[in-house]
């Protein structure tokens, strides 16, 4: 067969689906058969800031970068530069309708407020996805992306990168083999905010810096004049940008106690705060997630501290930690960690580095290590995975939507009991709080005019 329709070629079940899915309503573009020398071609939707790392990352991994589209000038100055063929946009659904016939991908690596339309749109025109963490700005957006990505089969990957290192992947193994027995506590702590919140107004309005699309910039958030501190990075403090110091951490460092308990969604959230405006996250945070049981796995309370309460950093006590130990080793409460109560022992985590289990013997530990075999795959890094996948060469990605999308769900579940100052019953199944009208105010958020997720 000829090369050139070999490459184009497609296989019944794929042309089914892509009627099936055209039917319903999804502007399918069947992926490529990708043979051996095949490379991924990726346009990036944000090409400064963490979209920087994002490129860099796929193109280190095997993909050829095509296009990028950047609302601020300064910002993708480098990128542009590095990346000098590449074709350049401003807004990512015209550089979609231009060169979507001869891409494969996307990364999208914009604030938080529109990973959902951008994903949405490029997961619709049959693009795989490598999103940045927090998935969505809301938990609608979270459930609607996962469920998109089960109806249109893309190759999905979030951006909590960390899930793909060996700590992690090893930690969740030794967790489920009972290295510190049945755990009925989870304590996660980070030393964010280190952007400014608690605002309780908007800024002054000023001039837009040079090469900035604002209007762009803001995409589907309600419309505001620009002001000091939103760009580049203080959007995070932010509620029409950002999702505070929750958001911007808790993917990745209540990951390990989510995936080795497979908590799945807590029965109620409640969180106490300082700071907390109607326009701004808070300046610290104490949320309260309570997980029922998960077949013959016991309840677990999961804990989340960030921000400075009276000028100390949050975190939990030393008596809840055991972290003597840890501090001498020099482990403890400082910048951000997670710890895993058990009845057998306790286990401190950095997502960084290597665990430590206290209260065990050192002997029984050391066993469990040794017979603890290595059940889930690994990979290069999380950029390699997605890729790999998408080409065909390797294993689904383990952070996929449908995997991410019920993660975000949970850890964005803080923020409405932040916002909402009241304790959340949950309805997973639903989607709603039993209890609390206000809760259920901020489950979806509202879109500009002219900007939607279908």
């Not at 958030?221 to 959007?235: D, I, L, T």
């Not at 950093?313 to 055991?322: F, R, Y």
Request: aromatic fraction near 10%; include cysteine; glycine fraction near 10%.
């Amino acid at each position: 067969m000829n090369k050139k329709l070999q490459k184009n070629k497609i296989t019944r079940r794929q042309f089914t689906k892509a009627s099936t899915l055209a039917a319903m309503g999804f502007q399918i573009v069947p992926s490529r058969v990708f043979g051996a020398n095949s490379r991924l071609a990726i346009a990036a939707i944000g090409a400064g800031g963490k979209g920087r790392a994002d490129i860099a990352g796929a193109a280190k991994a095997g993909a050829d970068i095509v296009a990028l589209c950047d609302v601020d000038d300064s910002r993708a100055a480098n990128m542009f530069r590095t990346y000098s063929k590449a074709k350049r946009f401003k807004d990512y659904r015209v550089m979609l309708e231009k060169v979507g016939k001869s891409i494969d991908a996307c990364t999208i690596s914009t604030p938080d407020h529109t990973h959902a339309v951008a994903t949405s749109l490029a997961m619709r025109m049959g693009k795989h996805c490598y999103t940045q963490k927090p998935l969505t700005h809301d938990v609608y957006e979270a459930r609607y992306l996962t469920k998109l990505a089960r109806d249109t089969g893309v190759v999905t990957q979030m951006g909590n990168q960390a899930h793909a290192g060996e700590p992690i992947r090893r930690a969740v193994e030794l967790v489920r083999a009972g290295i510190i027995g049945n755990v009925t506590e989870a304590h996660i702590w980070t030393n964010r905010p280190i952007w400014p919140q608690g605002m309780k107004k908007r800024s002054a309005k000023i001039s837009e810096p040079k090469g900035l699309d604002w209007d762009r910039w803001l995409g589907p958030a309600p419309f505001r004049e620009y002001g000091k501190g939103y760009v580049p990075f203080a959007w995070r403090g932010w509620w029409d940008f950002g999702t505070g110091a929750l958001g911007d951490m808790a993917c990745h460092i209540m990951d390990m106690a989510w995936w080795s308990l497979e908590l799945g969604s807590p029965t109620s959230v409640m969180a106490r705060q300082g700071g907390n405006t109607l326009e701004s996250a808070p300046n610290w945070a104490v949320i309260d997630y309570k997980f029922g049981h998960r077949g013959s796995r016991p309840p677990v309370k999961l804990v989340w501290y960030d921000g400075e309460k009276n000028g100390v950093q949050n975190a939990p006590s030393l008596e809840t930690t055991g972290g003597v130990d840890m501090i001498k080793k020099g482990k403890g409460r400082g910048g951000f960690g997670s710890l895993l109560v058990g009845d057998k022992g306790r286990m401190f985590f950095n997502r960084f580095n290597e665990w430590m289990i206290t209260g065990r013997d050192e002997d029984e530990v050391r066993q469990i290590e040794a017979e603890t075999q290595k059940t889930i795959p690994r990979t290069k890094d999380n950029y390699a995975e997605w890729i790999d996948a998408a080409t065909g060469k390797g294993h689904v990605p383990l952070s996929r939507f449908e995997i991410a999308g019920p993660f975000t769900e949970m850890v964005l579940l803080g923020n409405i009991a932040i916002r909402s100052g009241e304790k959340v019953l949950w309805d997973a199944q639903k989607m709603h709080s039993i209890n609390s009208d206000k809760a259920n105010s901020f489950v979806r958020g509202a879109y500009r005019k002219g900007w939607r997720l279908s």
